[in-house]
């Protein structure tokens, strides 16, 4: 995780407004591989194991072993479209299993920094360009930090992948639920792309 990621993170039990305080064990080139983060407010204590921040509260049980499986590199180029990666730098958020993704899409994209939410990437090996958290319902990310957010195991999490979305930034339903597109104008945003189970969809900059 870069040491920069933790300014955004936030404690899951109190809240978006409150954030989280880095105390780093191990430390290298800018990513923290072993520490915890902790609430001023609750006292809570989260720590950062082989890179990833476990965010669950309440906690959960250990997260699973699963083996980083090579992915096509194709996939990853289509979802970076979608996010509108264009290597700028800027902060992108992926959740569910499309996150599975972002350890090649920083690769071919190095200037961008990932946070990746799923707790399968509990796992897989740290590198530059990903940030790895595991999370519950709630997300414990900033408001209005993320450049886009890629929704892509379902749209349960949509409330709070708005929250987080920047002004004029982009969302991504993959695969949409149906009436996602709806959902989207409903809560003012302008529809950019829609076809083939998939919505992209932008807020006003004026949010």
Do not use: K, W
């Amino acid at each position: 995780m870069h040491i920069l990621v933790t300014d955004i993170l936030t404690c899951p039990r109190c809240g978006p407004d409150f954030g989280l305080i880095l105390l780093a064990d191990r430390l290298e080139e800018r990513r923290i591989y072993e520490g915890s983060l902790g609430c001023t407010n609750c006292r809570e204590q989260y720590a950062v194991h082989g890179g990833l921040a476990d965010l669950r509260y309440p906690p959960g049980p250990a997260l699973p072993s699963v083996a980083a499986l090579e992915v096509a590199e194709d996939a990853a180029i289509r979802l970076a479209a979608l996010l509108g990666i264009t290597g700028s730098p800027g902060r992108f958020l992926i959740i569910g299993s499309g996150a599975a993704l972002a350890p090649t899409i920083a690769a071919l994209v190095p200037e961008v920094e990932i946070l990746a939410v799923d707790s399968a990437l509990a796992s897989f090996p740290e590198q530059p360009g990903v940030s790895r958290v595991a999370a519950g319902a709630s997300l414990p990310v900033a408001s209005h930090s993320m450049r886009a957010v890629a929704l892509t195991g379902g749209d349960e999490r949509l409330a709070e992948a708005l929250r987080m979305l920047a002004p004029g930034g982009r969302i991504v339903l993959d695969p949409a639920a149906p009436g996602g597109a709806d959902a989207l104008r409903g809560a003012g945003l302008q529809i950019l792309l829609d076809e083939e189970g998939v919505v992209v969809a932008s807020p006003p900059l004026d949010r």
